[in-house]
C-alpha cells in the first residue's frame, strides 16, 4: 500500500484519522479481549458523504475495509485481520437521531447511534422500540443492522430485520443507496435492504436506519420462578406463552450454575428467590389490557405450576426496583462469565420444543468428553436460542490444547443442534469464528449463492474480507 492512500484518506473532509498505535487501539481488540487485529488506519467519518468517499478511496486503492460499530460482536467480526493492510472504518461519530414519527411509528437514526439512546428517544416520545441485549449500552444500531441481533424481546417483536423499515447505505464501489423508507409493503424485486441486514458489513456500510416503532405497554409484568427439571421450566414457559399471546414479550433461562456466577460476579446482583433450584425462567408480559385482571391470571398460571410440582418457586415483581434487579441477573450474564473463568460459549438455536431435549443430549456428550467443564445454560428459551457454555476455570483450561479443545466442543454441540433441526448461529452471527461451521452445516447452494452475491455487490472483496462468507 502507498504511502499516497494514507495521505489522500486525510485529505477527505468530516473525517477523524486516528493512526497512531494508541490511538487505534480500542478499535483492534473484541469485546472479550479474544480477537485481535492490525489496521493501517481507523477513519471515524461524520456524514454519509464522507464514508462514501472514504470506500470510493479504498476501491482505488484496493484496500480492504472492516467496519465496525460498537465493537460488542462476541463472533470476532468487529476487528480488522492480522495482515494491517486494511481500515477500520468507525460509525460512532454518526450519531444523529435525525427524526421521531409517533403518527407513522417510525425513527429515523444515524447508523452510530447506540442502542439504548434509540430506546430512550423512542420512550421519550411516548413510543418502544423493543429490541433489548446485554450490550445495549454500547452496540450500535448499524452494528445491530448488520448482525440481524436478536436479543430478549425476539419471542414478541422479531429480530432486527422485523425492526428495520429502511436503510441507507454506501455500497462497495463508494456510490450511495438511498434505501430509507418508512414503508410496510414494497414488493419491487429484489430486496436489497433485506441483503444488508445480516451482511456483518461484507456488503456495504450501514449510514442510516429507518426504525418501526410500537405503542408503549401500558404495565408490564415480570416473575422469575425455580424449576425442578428443564422440562419443567420450558412446559410452564410454553403454557404461559400459549396463555397470553401477543402479550409475552421476554422468556428467559438460566441454569443454576448460570445464576450462581451472575451473583458471585455481577455487583450488583439480588437473590430473588429464598430456595435454590436446577433452573431458572425470568418472564415479563408487557400489556394492553387492565393490569389487576393480567397480574392475576399470570399468578394464576404459576400457582398451577407449582401445584404440579414444574414451579418450586416464584416471584412477580411488585416495584419497577424489583423488575429492575430481575432484569441485572440476566443483563449481567456475559459480563459474569468473563469474570468467571474460560467458557466455551454457543449461539446454537432449535425448535422451542425440542430444548430439553438439546441441553440433555449436549450435557451428557460433554459431560462424557470433558469431565471438567461445567454445563451452564443461559438464553432466550421463548425463542429457543439457547447459549450454552462449558466452562472451566482457568487452571483446568490451561491443561487443554485450546484450538482442539473448542473444535470439539463446538463439533459436538452444534451436530446436536443441527441433527435436531437447529442452527449452530442463532443471532450473534458468522464472523470470522463459524468459518469452519458454514463449511460444514450449510447448503452448498446456499453457500454457491452467497459467493455470487458477494461477488456482485463487492467484485474487489474489500468490504469486510475473511468474515461470513468461507473461502
Ligand atoms: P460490532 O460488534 O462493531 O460489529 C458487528 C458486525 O457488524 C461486524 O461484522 C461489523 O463489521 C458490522 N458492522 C457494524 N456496524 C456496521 C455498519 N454501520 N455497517 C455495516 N457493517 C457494520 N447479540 C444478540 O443478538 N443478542 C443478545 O442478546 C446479545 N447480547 C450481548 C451481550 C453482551 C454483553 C455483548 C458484549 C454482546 C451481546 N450480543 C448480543 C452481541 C452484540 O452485541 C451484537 O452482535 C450487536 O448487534 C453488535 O453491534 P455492534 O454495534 O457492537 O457491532
Redesign the pocket.
Known amino acids: 500500500m502507498s504511502d499516497g492512500f494514507l495521505t489522500e484518506l486525510a485529505a477527505i473532509d468530516d473525517i477523524a484519522l486516528f493512526d497512531t498505535p494508541s490511538d487505534m487501539q480500542p478499535f483492534l481488540s473484541?469485546?472479550?479481549k479474544r480477537h485481535h487485529g492490525r489496521a493501517r488506519a481507523v477513519v471515524s467519518p461524520g456524514s454519509t458523504a464522507a464514508v462514501a468517499q472514504v470506500v470510493a478511496l479504498c476501491a482505488r486503492h484496493r484496500v480492504p475495509i472492516?467496519?465496525?460499530?460498537?465493537?460488542?460482536?462476541?463472533?470476532g467480526?468487529?476487528v480488522p485481520d492480522e495482515s494491517g493492510d486494511g481500515i477500520v472504518?468507525s460509525?460512532r461519530r454518526?450519531n444523529r437521531i435525525l427524526s421521531v414519527d409517533p403518527q407513522d411509528n417510525s425513527m429515523i437514526v444515524e447508523?452510530?447511534c447506540v442502542?439504548a439512546t434509540v430506546q430512550e428517544k423512542a420512550l421519550a416520545a411516548d413510543r418502544l422500540f423493543p429490541m433489548?441485549?446485554?450490550?445495549?449500552g454500547?452496540?450500535?444500531?448499524?452494528?445491530?443492522?448488520?448482525?440481524?441481533?436478536?436479543?430478549?424481546a425476539v419471542v414478541r417483536y422479531g429480530?432486527?430485520r422485523d425492526l428495520v423499515l429502511g436503510l441507507e447505505?454506501v455500497l462497495a464501489d463508494g456510490t450511495i443507496w438511498n434505501g430509507l423508507r418508512t414503508l410496510r409493503k414494497n414488493n419491487t424485486g429484489y430486496d436489497l435492504k433485506n441483503l444488508?441486514i445480516g451482511?456483518?458489513?461484507?456488503l456495504?456500510?450501514?449510514?442510516k436506519v429507518a426504525l418501526r416503532l410500537f405503542p408503549l405497554p401500558r404495565h408490564r409484568v415480570t416473575a422469575f420462578f425455580a424449576a425442578p427439571t428443564i422440562e419443567a421450566a420450558s412446559r410452564l414457559a410454553g403454557e404461559v406463552q400459549n396463555a397470553f399471546p401477543g402479550t409475552v414479550s421476554a422468556v428467559e433461562l438460566l441454569s443454576a450454575g448460570q445464576f450462581e456466577l451472575v451473583a458471585t460476579h455481577a455487583p450488583n446482583a439480588t437473590r430473588p428467590l429464598s430456595s435454590t433450584a436446577p433452573w431458572y425462567v425470568l418472564i415479563e408480559l408487557a400489556g394492553m389490557e387492565d393490569e389487576e385482571a393480567l397480574s392475576a391470571r399470570f399468578a394464576g398460571i404459576l400457582e398451577a405450576g407449582m401445584a404440579a410440582s414444574d414451579i418450586t418457586d416464584a416471584v412477580i415483581a411488585t416495584s419497577e426496583r424489583q423488575r429492575q434487579q430481575l432484569w441485572y441477573i440476566r443483563?449481567s450474564?456475559?459480563?459474569a462469565n468473563v469474570k468467571a473463568g474460560r467458557g466455551v460459549a454457543h449461539?446454537a438455536a432449535v425448535p422451542p420444543a425440542r430444548i430439553p431435549e438439546f441441553v440433555n443430549r449436549s450435557q451428557a456428550a460433554l459431560a462424557a468428553q470433558f469431565p471438567k467443564a461445567t454445563p451452564i445454560v443461559v438464553g432466550?428459551l421463548g425463542d429457543g436460542n439457547l447459549h450454552y457454555y462449558a466452562m472451566f476455570d482457568r487452571t483446568d483450561w490451561a491443561l487443554y490444547p485450546e484450538a482442539q479443545t473448542i473444535a470439539a466442543i463446538n463439533r459436538t454441540v452444534y451436530d446436536i443442534a443441527v441433527e435436531l433441526g437447529g442452527t449452530f448461529s442463532?443471532?450473534?452471527?458468522i464472523?470470522s469464528i463459524h468459518l469452519d461451521d458454514m463449511r460444514r452445516y450449510k447448503d452448498p447452494r446456499e453457500l454457491a449463492a452467497m459467493a455470487a452475491l458477494k461477488a456482485a455487490l463487492d467484485p474487489l472483496g474489500i468490504m469486510?474480507p475473511g468474515?461470513?462468507l468461507p473461502v
Not at 472492516?66 to 463472533?75: I, R, V
Not at 433489548?132 to 445495549?136: F, M, P, Q, R, Y
Not at 452494528?143 to 436479543?151: I, L, P, Q
Open positions: 473484541d469485546w472479550r472492516f467496519p465496525q460499530g460498537g465493537n460488542t460482536s462476541l463472533c467480526a468487529s472504518v460509525l454518526m447508523a452510530g442502542l433489548s441485549l446485554g450490550a445495549e454500547s452496540c450500535q444500531i448499524g452494528g445491530n443492522v448488520s448482525t440481524n441481533a436478536g436479543g430478549t429480530n432486527t447505505a444488508l451482511a456483518e458489513g461484507t456495504g456500510i450501514i449510514t443483563h450474564v456475559a459480563e449461539d432466550h442463532a443471532e450473534h452471527g464472523g469486510n468474515r461470513v
